[in-house]
């Protein structure tokens, strides 16, 4: 792209591209949309050693600038994961199409039919960091959905999100699809996130996805509708009937499996009646995650560090993990109300009543009973990928995939009604 002086400009013109390209795919049918995507994903897996080589730009700035061993994971890429990058953007492909579904249909006394349809939202602003495979994935789900999106990745992942961009759309141009259905935006400044979120009328949504600063100010700026994920401070509860077994697998698994993601959990809740609170802290702590607890669970393991205040409230995003003992599920509820972020809580328990009260208070995009809340992932939901996690109430919450990418319009058909 031709350097423009102001990054309003800039944006201006990328989203009178997308704005054309979102209305020539608005009408494609499903099997060209995914063609398109079959094809990207083999653009991928063509480009494996650019992208490999990119990756590794990326790589030995994110070591030069000392980044935490979680935010490095995030950003590495291998053979593996870009497999897996084109077996998710293939995943999108084979999903059923959202848009034109008809949601419902009703005939009114005057004969007047009524049907409200899904259709694409038009234009998609998404602001990213870190994970060079939400260039993909982000991708995918608004092609699937007749969207077109203007993507800004973060600075850390210049390299990657530009090698990956350029394969996936030379997979959709090569099938036909329109090129300036996903733009990259190619300058790291900051102004551009701006200018993004000044083009009311230009653009159709906000996503943004990353952490507490990004959220914040794009909430705080955004003259653009704005679809939030919030901090992943999620809570495991594990009641004084779990199984020890599987307590500890779960509680192991939420935390250490990738400490990086946003659904890692950073909290324990362990119940007071619980038969061995020192072996599953332990869990944790033997595992390599540095541990921080209230008073009580100090007691009962001193090596613990304490914690303070702001643990509570803490997405630590690495292997830390603050530990608290509970009195019951009542304590457990009053802990999650006050700290939850609402994106993911689980529960570990055998007695049903005790979960299912969990599953219906607790007020989360994503509630889980005897499961790893690592299975936060759209992935994992059978949505083929995610562009986020919603933790909001409005529009759509949890994973966000094909359906939430959509809104609906409503077609009535007469044979001459008036309300004369």
């Known amino acids: 792209m031709a350097d423009i002086d102001s990054p309003f400009?800039?944006?201006?013109?990328?989203a009178a591209r997308a704005r054309r390209a979102s209305r020539a795919l608005a009408h494609q049918p499903t099997s060209a949309k995914a063609n398109g995507l079959r094809a990207a994903a083999e653009a991928v897996r063509a480009d494996l050693a650019g992208i490999l080589l990119a990756n590794s730009e990326d790589m030995a700035r994110a070591v030069a600038n000392d980044l935490s061993g979680a935010m490095q994971d995030r950003l590495r890429l291998d053979a593996g994961r870009i497999e897996a990058i084109a077996d998710a953007i293939e995943a999108v492909a084979a999903l059923p199409d959202p848009v034109?579904?008809?949601?419902?249909t009703r005939t009114r006394p005057n004969g007047l039919e009524l049907t409200r349809v899904r259709v694409p939202l038009g234009v998609l602003g998404?602001?990213?960091?870190?994970?060079?495979?939400?260039?993909?994935?982000a991708a995918a789900l608004a092609v699937m959905s007749g969207n077109a999106a203007i993507l800004r990745g973060g600075s850390e992942a210049a390299h990657s999100n530009r090698a990956i961009h350029a394969a996936f759309t030379n997979g959709l141009t090569e099938a036909g699809l329109p090129t300036d259905v996903v733009q990259l935006v190619s300058t790291t400044d900051r102004a551009a996130v701006g200018a993004?979120?000044?083009?009311?009328?230009?653009?159709?949504?906000?996503?943004?996805?990353?952490?507490?600063s990004l959220v914040a100010r794009v909430k705080a700026e955004a003259r653009v509708p704005v679809l939030a994920h919030l901090?992943?401070?999620n809570h495991v509860y594990v009641d004084g009937s779990a199984d020890e077994n599987m307590a500890g697998r779960i509680v192991r698994d939420a935390k250490l499996r990738r400490t990086g993601i946003c659904g890692a959990m950073e909290t324990l809740l362990i119940d007071r009646n619980y038969r061995d609170v020192a072996g599953l802290v332990r869990v944790l702590s033997g595992g390599g995650c540095e541990v921080r607890g209230d008073g009580r669970i100090r007691t009962l393991v001193p090596e613990v560090a304490a914690a303070a205040p702001e643990d509570w409230d803490t997405e630590y995003l690495d292997a830390i993990a603050s530990v608290a003992l509970v009195d019951g599920l009542d304590g457990a509820l009053a802990h999650i109300g006050a700290h939850s972020s609402g994106h993911t809580d689980a529960i570990v328990a055998d007695d049903q009543d005790v979960a299912e009260r969990f599953l219906a208070q607790v007020d989360s995009a994503i509630v889980l009973w005897n499961a790893s809340?690592?299975?936060a992932d759209g992935g994992e939901f059978g949505l083929g990928a995610e562009i986020g996690i919603a933790t909001g109430r409005l529009h759509a919450r949890g994973p966000v995939a094909l359906e939430g990418l959509t809104t609906y319009k409503w077609v009535g058909r007469g044979?001459?009604?008036i309300r004369g």
């Open 231 to 233: 901090d992943g401070i």
């Open 126 to 137: 998404i602001i990213y960091e870190s994970r060079p495979n939400v260039t993909a994935d």
């Open 196 to 212: 993004m979120l000044a083009a009311e009328g230009a653009i159709d949504l906000i996503i943004p996805r990353g952490g507490k």
């Open 100 to 104: 034109g579904e008809v949601i419902d």
């Open 373 to 375: 809340t690592q299975f």
């Open 415 to 417: 044979s001459g009604q």
């Open 9 to 14: 400009e800039m944006i201006a013109a990328m």
